[in-house]
């Protein structure tokens, strides 16, 4: 099992430009979760998804757009990148929202220039 | 909004030597999870505590839940060079997701 995929592993954007963010999970779990990771700030959560066919904002999602594909698959989309928005990127999934273990990505690190 | 609150924010000890993180809030939480992250890698669970009072060991590592449930100390026996990383606390009211603190970066020289 290759537990929690992210791809790409790193990418540089400049501002305005467009990219999506691809997130899999082979755990059958229900929930999934997309975070940024900022120096001294922990991690926030941008959105998710308490199960296949819903989503709802975090608590930073201006900016960020996600699309549920499937219970495996979470995308998320920066429409036109700034440079606010340079951070490392973490897709998380876990059993059901607010109990359970939640399980991470190796993380996508983002430069907007 | 929960917030969490992580101190010391940086810790740099010697091999050998014993240490303690705190976590705290003022809000109440259901169940609270302490995570390690290495870097380049995404944060691991190191263990969920949720009742008040309650107090887990893992090797080396015992978790301690306040009373209050508003609380979390992480205590390390003997720390090694393989505990260095950042220890991350997340709390969790009931149904709700969880919020992360920001972290505490230990690092243990030998």
């Known amino acids: 099992n290759a537990g929690v995929t992210q791809t790409p592993k790193f990418q540089v954007l400049k501002t305005g430009q467009s990219m999506t963010l691809q997130c899999a999970q082979d755990?059958?779990?229900?929930?999934m979760y997309w975070y940024r990771q900022d120096p001294g700030m922990g991690l926030r959560l941008i959105y998710y998804?308490?199960?296949?066919?819903?989503?709802d904002k975090g608590e930073v999602p201006n900016g960020y757009n996600v699309s549920r594909l499937n219970k495996r698959e979470f995308s998320l989309r920066l429409e036109s990148a700034a440079p606010s928005q340079t951070s490392v990127y973490f897709c998380?999934?876990?059993?059901?929202?607010?109990?359970?273990?939640?399980?991470f990505g190796p993380g996508t690190r983002l430069t907007v220039l | 909004t929960q917030l969490l609150e992580q101190s010391p924010q940086f810790l740099s000890i010697q091999e050998g030597e014993n240490l303690t993180v705190y976590c705290n809030s003022s809000?109440?939480?259901?169940?609270l999870q302490w995570y390690r992250q290495e870097p380049g890698e995404g944060p691991v669970l190191l263990v969920t505590?949720?009742?008040?009072?309650e107090v887990k060991k893992l090797k080396r590592l015992t978790f301690q839940f306040g009373d209050a449930r508003k609380d979390s100390s992480l205590h390390i026996t003997a720390a090694q060079p393989g505990d260095t990383g950042l220890y991350l606390c997340?709390?969790?009211?009931?149904?709700?997701?969880?919020?992360f603190g920001p972290g505490t970066r230990l690092s243990v020289l030998p």
């Open positions: 998380a999934s876990s059993e059901h929202v607010g109990l359970d273990e939640q399980f």
């Open positions: 755990m059958n779990h229900n929930s």
């Open positions: 998804s308490a199960s296949e066919g819903t989503t």
């Open positions: 809000s109440v939480f259901s169940s």
């Open positions: 505590v949720v009742t008040g009072g």
């Open positions: 997340a709390g969790a009211s009931y149904g709700q997701n969880f919020v």
